[in-house]
Every structure is written in structure tokens, then in C-alpha cells.
């Protein structure tokens, strides 16, 4: 694997997986999730259309099979889930990560390439399958024999689509999602996002989250980044001036812990009311209704922790407010990520608020993005300036816990 970890705070068990899955990734070793799972995997177990960009190597196969196992249900033994990738060997590779991921479960999966005898893949389609995982030109030619019944597919999944779409799968592709019920999840792994995937995206997939994995994360050049100095118990107060002086479109405020963040949202709901808060321990149909609303714009202000709260790709996030400076510098990186990618001319905000003992944090912040971030001052509301606030530069790392 050639990925930088996210947080390496974060554990499978954070992304909501379940216990017999939790015993999969155990069996099969891998011990935290890699970047793109990270994001990818609580957005797409939300059942929402998902784009992941992401390079091969990255655990991007684990991303959409472990949301699968979650979602599917093996009681009914009839194709579910429908994977497409661009060459046989990477078909396969897929089918063993499948089974290996799957292995306790009832799960049941076939791989469906050309340059295999198709005899085979037929008599495992008939004693039914749930996932079926190929190449588009196989896969079309046991569509059109009435032996691949697309039927009760709720998920469609295109890996590698730049790739695909390079070697001229584009039509398959278009036939293979036409035949697909237009009611279900649609899934895409792309390394790259040129016009073609977009043009594709818009065409089949309902207004898709996208995460945004392929340059180790490093999207902040279109966000405006400020820190403020404030004092621990003056954060909430802060906050709402920050709030005022800004009036963002659309806000996230992240926080470290789960308990942190009830009570914000505790605060800021009793006075505001499109606030809302999203993180591991609530309910998935609470985290569902909400993502909804704040897609929809009904939620200005989202708080919410990292694990979740990274995963979320909004085009209306205008300001992004770390109101607990992040535990790692990829977080920072992660958190704000999630703004600057509106239209090319609107700009992103992020706002770090800053203790009087975290300077050294937000020094290593600094070095991982290698920008020095400006303060921004409310008058009436600055701490003391952080200790060791202009502490050497000793060169760039990545990743470093900065507590
Ligand atoms: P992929 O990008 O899906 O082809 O994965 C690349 C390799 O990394 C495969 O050998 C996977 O089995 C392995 N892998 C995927 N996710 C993890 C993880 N979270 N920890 C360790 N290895 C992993």
C-alpha cells in the first residue's frame, strides 16, 4: 500500500462496520483503514451515490466491498451488486478481496471475465450469486443470454472508471447502467476526474458525494486558512462572533470528541434552528435525515467529528471551523478539505481555533500544509498568543500527532 494513514486514530470499528466484518478485517490483518476508507466506507454504507478518487494500491477495493457486505442481503440469493472494472487481472483481484473480506459471511460472489470459459461463470449465476464482479464485454454478453438478471440490483459499481472509459468501455458501460434499475446506489472508483467520468457521473449517478483521496488529500490551495487565539472557555462565545462576522452559506464545525460536540450542538440548538450534529454514535437514520438536510441547505451549521464529518463533500460548505485544533495534521488537511471545492470562483474559509498551549500543534499544522497560516482577530476575543508560536521550522513531515 503506498498511502499515508488519515488520523491514525481512526479504526474500522469508527466507520460503523459491523462485528463479523470487524472479524474479517482482522482475519485478513488489515488494522486501520487507509485514507480512501476512511472517507469512502461511511458515505457509501449511507446507501448515497459516492465518488472516490483514489490511485490503485490504496484499499479503494476494500472501500466499496466492505460497504457492500454491510448493505446486501444474503437471505436472497439474486445479484445485488454489480462491479465493473476495466481488465480481468484487476476483476479478479477484486473477486479474491471479496472473498477474502466476506469469508464469514454468507456472501456470495462470481467473477465474470472473458478468456475464462463462460461455462463455469453460467453454472454459478445459476446456483445464485450475490455480487458479480467483471469485465463490461463478458458482462454484457451474459445480460443479453438472459443468464445475468439485473433485476433486483441495488448497487452499481464502477472501478477504475477513468481507465475504462480510456479504453473505449464507454458504450458497454452506458448499456450495462441502462439495464440496471434506476432505483439503486451507484458507486465510482476513479483515479483521475476527467471530463468524460464527469459527464458519465451526471448522466447515472444522483447528485454524488465525492472524496478526494488522489493527492494524499492536499486540497486546501482554494481555501482561505486563519487561526484564532482563544481561551478555552470562551470557544462557544467566540464561535458565535465568529459566526456573526462571517454569516457563512453553509458551515461545518468539527470537534475531536463525540461528548464535545453534544454539548455544542446542545448550546447552539437551543438558539439556532438549522444546527445539527452528526457523529459515530448516533443512529445511522439519524446520520442519514441529516445529510439529507444539509445537502438540501436546510442545515446551515453541522457539527460533527472527524470520522464522520470528513467524509462529507458539499459543494454549499463555504467555512469550515476547527473548533478543537485536529489531533493529526492529516485530519487538518481532511477537515479542510471539505470546503474550496465550490465553483472555481468561490472561495473556501477555515477557521482554527487556537489555545494558549497548542502553538507547537498548530506549528506542526503549518509544516504539513508548508503555509503559515494568518491569525484572524475579533477585537475583545484574542487569547494570549499560543507558546511557541514561532517555533522553529525544522522541516516537513506528514502525519505527526501534533498532541
Ligand atoms: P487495493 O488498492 O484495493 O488494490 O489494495 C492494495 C493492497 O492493500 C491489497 O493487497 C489489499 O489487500 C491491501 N489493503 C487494503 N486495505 C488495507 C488496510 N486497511 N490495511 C492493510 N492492507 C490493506
Sequence with gaps: MTTSAPGASVTFADLGLSQPTLNALQNVQFEKPSPIQAAFIPLAMTGIDCIGQAHTGTGK????????????????????????????????????????????????????????PIRSQINELEKGVHIAIGTPGRVIDLIERGILNLQHLTVAILDEADRMLDIGF?????????????ERQTLMLTATMPPLVERLANRYMKSPEKVDCSTNGIAVKTVDQFYLTVDEDRKMETLRRLLLDQRPQQVLVFLRT?????????????????VAILHGDLPQTHRDRVMKAFRAGEVRMLIATDVVGRGIDISGISHIINFDIPEYCD????????????????????FTFVTRDQGEQLTNIELRINTMLPEYKIPGFE????KERRAEWTGGFSNSPVS
Design 258 to 274: 463525540k461528548r464535545g460536540a453534544d454539548r455544542l450542538h446542545a448550546k447552539f440548538s437551543r438558539k439556532l434552528p438549522d
Design 170 to 182: 464507454r458504450p458497454d458501460i452506458e448499456k450495462i447502467l441502462r439495464r440496471c434499475p434506476a
Design 331 to 350: 485530519d487538518y488537511v481532511h477537515r479542510v478539505g471539505r470546503t474550496g471545492r465550490l465553483s472555481s470562483d468561490e472561495k473556501g474559509y477555515a
Design 61 to 116: 477495493t476494500a472501500a466499496f466491498v466492505l460497504p457492500l457486505l454491510e448493505r446486501l442481503n444474503f437471505d436472497n440469493r439474486v445479484v445485488q451488486a454489480l462491479v465493473l472494472a476495466p481488465t480481468r487481472e484487476l476483476s479478479e483481484q477484486i473477486a479474491n478481496e471479496c472473498k477474502r473480506l466476506s469469508y464469514s459471511s454468507m456472501c456470495r460472489s462470481v467473477c465474470i471475465v472473458g478468456g475464462r
Design 383 to 386: 487569547a494570549a498568543r499560543p
